[in-house]
């Protein structure tokens, strides 16, 4: 069926960008999974690209359409013979089973600027002549939680896609859903094509299912489904009936239901398949024979339901179960969680589960090298850690974070030599140079991020109890208990020179004396700098701290007296002769500044503490400013080149003659950048292009030859920089 592409191939470093040596992971199930026809392959669709599993041998067997990756949606033809991708662009793809060649290509149709569309709902008709889909419309200046759906919407298109990739047969649009449940949580809206291709069912508003006639837009039928008493109203799922006489759908908790669409009656009434009440999400297919297969995904296990016969088939053992596809004829069954495991489930062997090669999850939040160079941890959103063997190329350890999103809960020390994690209630400290664990405290469950004193002697946690425990690692034991109204407590650190510990907790942070572990000031912020967003970040020098917003002032404060003394000027730099920028792009970022304010993304210090580098952006255009550490001037202004003019993070090289800088996507981008810059001149040095989506973390070796770069597209690249920097 597919042709052996990665037999023999080592994949850390197959198809590899420029000047990358290795790839850490391989992306995250951005686009769903689909079966092969004949059961024998599950495809995988990812932030990079489509991977092919051969089912008999649990191997991996190729791995292709990596140009953008990206994928929203992935869909077999009922042959086998072709199978079709979408992307987060709005481009559908065909390739050809055999030789997995494109064999067509289906663009987004034009919109109005500043929109973008992503592609779901991938079906092929019966015959294959067919397919359908939809684009969601999102205006890209819309705010991410704005209530103002204004240029949103669903855009269904089908087809006949061996004639004609040019023009559709059928098109409409269906209004977004706006009640006030299924904000944010169901943009798209389900739909399925009939058998033979005549008719396509979509969930038309959050209460109806809509069944019309593709060539003549005629609606036939309009289904209620507003059955559930969960807040998140409508269909999760819906499919067609091999004989295309029934419309089978599933709701967002443990119910399905079966309507006739030949006289618009309801088949089978709402079901309940599951006792508990805390399903995630239902998932249903029909057999060629016409057996209706329903799957229900909760935070512990995986439900099989022979929704024909009403029925319990199976129950396993899945944490956090988030995704899953049955196989055409329903004896197999895959899923995915949310740390990225593979699983999968066959009727033959019920209760038991094979594992698969593992995705990461998400986003690649923070990545950090170890005092040797040889180890690489990475923290993934939601919550998880995995620690690389670089030489190996592959994980040596994983950790689960018992709290979703924390990125806190597994922590390096300052010389990256210590690590320590929470697991099973426990703390464990690791020597990361001799792979040995020096120490296990017994604290209960933490809840925010475990920090390491600048000495390696303390390490500092917050308890369930809401209270700070500084724990003495040489001995094992609990030494201190800092406690105040430390509920909220989000965010906490040591000073530089360890003589100050900081703990924030709301609107205010509290400063304490680590010689007797006694508080010496609780400091509120200014009105102007309290949203829910902020950071600590400790000068080099040990005596200040800088409290980092990115929708306020960036303001500095004396640890001694917990007085302010000082903030970074992130106004648009008014001095022409600061700028390494030609006067076009200084002119564009001065009037970009006339119709909106500053916001520092990401901040960084030196690592000989001279120097404070940070990314500005100013509405569509961004900066890179240098200030001195000491006095807080402005040093350099560096304006990117178009295309990278969003930095998201920055990191100095070990020798501080270096700065790292990795790039937000911006619209019609295939590539994103990880820039090096000289920071005495100004100059770009080097520009790498390896991630298809945000460059999300970096850090240098400490040895100097490595870059390594985490993405939101959930793998790492691993940079040679010593070819460009000498060093």
């Keep these: 069926m597919y042709t052996n592409q990665t037999d023999g191939t080592d994949i850390a470093t197959w198809n590899l960008p420029e000047g990358a040596t290795v790839r850490l992971g391989r992306g995250w199930i951005s686009g ?17 690209g489509c991977w092919r599993y051969d089912l008999n041998t649990m191997k991996l067997r190729a791995w292709w359409n990596t140009e953008r990756g990206m994928l929203s949606d992935i869909a077999f033809s009922h042959d086998g013979q072709w199978v079709a991708t979408g992307n987060w662009d709005g481009d559908v793809k065909i390739f050809d089973t055999q030789n997995l060649q494109c064999v067509a290509q289906i663009g987004i149709p034009k919109n109005p600027k500043g929109v973008m569309g992503a592609v779901r709902s991938l079906r092929f008709s019966q015959d294959g002549e067919h397919l ?8 890209l200046d819309d705010a991410p939680f704005s209530r103002d759906r204004t240029g949103r919407g ?14 559709p047969i059928a098109s409409f649009t269906a209004p977004p859903k706006l009640d006030r449940w299924n904000f944010g949580r169901d943009t798209f809206s389900r739909q399925t094509l009939s058998p033979d291709g005549s008719l396509l069912a979509y969930t038309s508003n959050p209460n109806f299912t809509s069944v019309m006639h593709v060539e003549t837009g005629e609606h036939i039928a309009e289904f209620s489904d507003d059955y559930t008493d969960r807040h998140w109203k409508g269909c999760y799922k819906l499919v067609f009936s091999p004989c295309g006489k029934y419309l089978a759908a599933c709701d967002h908790g443990n119910k399905f239901h079966v309507w006739n669409v030949q006289n618009g009656t309801l088949e089978t009434p709402p079901t309940e398949y599951m006792e508990n009440r805390q399903t995630s999400k239902s998932l249903l297919t029909y057999t060629s024979d016409g057996t209706l297969w329903v799957a229900g995904l909760t935070s512990k296990e995986v439900v099989i339901w022979d929704g024909t016969q009403q029925n319990p088939v199976d129950t396993f053992e899945c944490k956090g179960a988030s995704d899953g596809c049955f196989s055409t004829d329903g004896t197999q069954f895959a899923i995915t969680n949310r740390h990225g495991e593979l699983q999968l489930w066959t009727k033959d062997t019920p209760s038991t589960v094979k594992s698969l090669p593992a995705h990461l999850v998400r986003g690649v939040v923070e990545v950090r090298f170890s005092k040797d160079s040889q180890t690489l941890l990475s923290c993934h959103d939601p919550a998880g850690y995995r620690l690389w063997d670089i030489a190996e190329r592959q994980v040596k350890q994983a950790f689960h974070s018992p709290f979703t999103n924390s990125v806190g809960t597994v922590s390096t020390s300052r010389s990256r030599e210590l690590l320590a994690a929470v697991e099973d209630k426990q703390i464990r400290v690791w020597n990361l140079t ?34 700070i425990i500084i724990w003495h690692l040489a001995s094992n034991t609990q030494i201190a208990e800092l406690s105040q109204n430390l509920s909220r407590v989000n965010r906490m650190g040591f000073s530089r020179t360890g003589k100050y510990f900081v703990s ?17 000031h609780d400091v ?14 400790f000068h080099p020098n040990g005596n200040h701290l800088i409290t980092e917003v990115l929708d306020g002032p960036t303001l500095v404060w004396d640890l001694n007296s917990g007085e302010q003394i000082g903030a970074l000027d992130t106004t648009v730099c008014l001095d022409p002769s600061l700028y390494k920028a030609t006067q076009q792009d200084i002119q564009k970022l001065y009037e970009q500044s006339e119709t909106s ?13 001279t120097l404070i580098a940070g990314g500005i952006r100013h509405g569509k255009m961004g900066e890179i400013r240098f200030w001195e550490a000491t006095t807080l001037e402005t040093r350099m202004v560096i304006i990117p080149p178009t295309g990278c003019q969003k930095p998201q993070r920055l990191r100095f090289s070990p020798c501080g003659k270096y700065l790292a800088v990795g790039a937000q996507w911006q619209d019609g981008q295939e590539r994103v950048s990880v820039r090096l ?15 298809p989506t945000d460059v999300w973390s970096i850090d240098f070796s400490p040895d100097g030859e490595l870059l390594a770069s985490g993405s939101y597209d959930g793998t790492i690249l691993l940079w040679d920089v010593k070819s460009i920097t000498g060093s």
């Design 32 to 48: 769903g999974m689909a079966f092969s026809p004949d059961g024998e392959a599950l495809v995988v669709a990812t932030t990079i």
């Design 132 to 139: 359908t889909f939809s684009h969601l419309i999102v205006r």
């Design 154 to 167: 669903r855009y269904f298109t089908v087809y006949n896609w061996k004639a004609n990739i040019n023009t």
């Design 434 to 467: 001799s792979d040995t664990q020096i120490a296990e405290l017994i604290g209960g469950s933490m809840k925010v991020n475990i920090v390491f004193s600048p000495t390696e002697e303390y390490l500092a946690t917050v308890s369930r109890r809401a209270t």
């Design 504 to 520: 924030s907790y709301g609107e205010s942070f509290t400063i304490w004396d680590t010689r007797r572990w006694e508080k010496r």
């Design 524 to 537: 509120p912020l200014p009105v102007v700098q309290r949203p829910k967003r902020w950071k600590l970040l």
């Design 597 to 609: 304010h500053p916001r520092l993304w990401t901040l960084s210090f030196s690592r000989c503490g």
């Design 677 to 691: 810059w000289d920071v005495n001149t100004g100059k770009n040095i080097h520009t790498f292009w390896g991630h």
